[in-house]
T-cell receptor, first 113, second 119 residues
Framework: DGGITQSPKYLFRKEGQNVTLSCEQN?????MYWYRQDPGQGLRLIYY???????QKGDIAEGYSVSREKKESFPLTVTSAQKNPTAFYLC????????????FGPGTRLTVL | AQTVTQSQPEMSVQEAETVTLSCTYD???????LFWYKQPPSRQMILVIR??????QNATENRFSVNFQKAAKSFSLKISDSQLGDAAMYFC????????????????FGTGTRLTIIP
């Protein structure tokens, strides 16, 4: 079955540590996205990538980094520079082209201890 | 910059009744897409319905329909015959249509409306 997987489902991090969230898709989608969700704020775009080896900052990229070495994978690293990293993180992917929707993964809940 | 506003943080409806969720947006573009996403307690985002701005006809998907008013920049979602499984957060989202430049395919979300279904 095609879809998007995110791992782990829950992640705990000590302050000052970097942590990497995984996002994999087998839908053959070109574009991939990372969103952050906080209570009462909806989803905000962190980074996105339209093709392999290229990515762009979204609205709240500070303290985060990404890579896109393979079409199927778009990992997100939350660095120690991110001041308030506790949140729910959603990955999405999409075919290139105007009429296509974004499909979302099940998300990762990150908690900083 | 585009913005999406959902002014109803919470709504409730009796089972089998009809409810309308409001969404307004701001854009200077004439060609774009609008979406309603549902996020149940599992937190999986699910597309409910979408509307292309160039289409005058309102989109419908079974019990879900929209009222798209382009001049007023309004995009409301009507849920008919509400069911217990409709209980969720509902997010309105906007996306620019032209794909000639990379970066125009990102979604801008509203803050969501939590819908409760009363048995």
């Amino acid at each position: 079955d095609g879809g998007i997987t995110q791992s782990p489902k829950y992640l705990f991090r000590k302050e000052g540590q970097n942590v990497t969230l995984s996002c994999e898709q087998n839908l053959n989608h070109d574009a991939m996205y990372w969103y952050r969700q906080d209570p009462g704020q909806g989803l905000r775009l962190i980074y996105y990538s339209q093709i392999v080896n290229d990515f762009q900052k979204g609205d709240i990229a500070e303290g985060y980094s990404v890579s896109r070495e393979k079409k199927e994978s778009f990992p997100l690293t939350v660095t120690s520079a991110q001041k308030n990293p506790t949140a729910f993180y959603l990955c999405a992917s999409k075919k290139r082209g105007g009429g296509h929707e974004q499909f979302f993964g099940p998300g990762t809940r990150l908690t900083v201890l | 910059a585009q913005t999406v506003t959902q002014s109803q943080p919470e709504m409730s409806v009796q089972e089998a009744e009809t409810v309308t969720l409001s969404c307004t947006y701001d854009t200077s573009e004439s060609d774009y897409y609008l979406f309603w996403y549902k996020q149940p307690p599992s937190r999986q985002m699910i597309l409910v319905i979408r509307q292309e701005a160039y289409k005058q006809q309102n989109a419908t998907e079974n019990r879900f329909s929209v009222n798209f008013q382009k001049a007023a920049k309004s995009f409301s979602l009507k849920i008919s015959d509400s069911q217990l499984g409709d209980a969720a957060m509902y997010f309105c989202a906007y996306r620019y249509s032209v794909i000639s430049n990379f970066g125009n395919e990102k979604l801008t979300f509203g803050t969501g409306t939590r819908l409760t279904i009363i048995p």
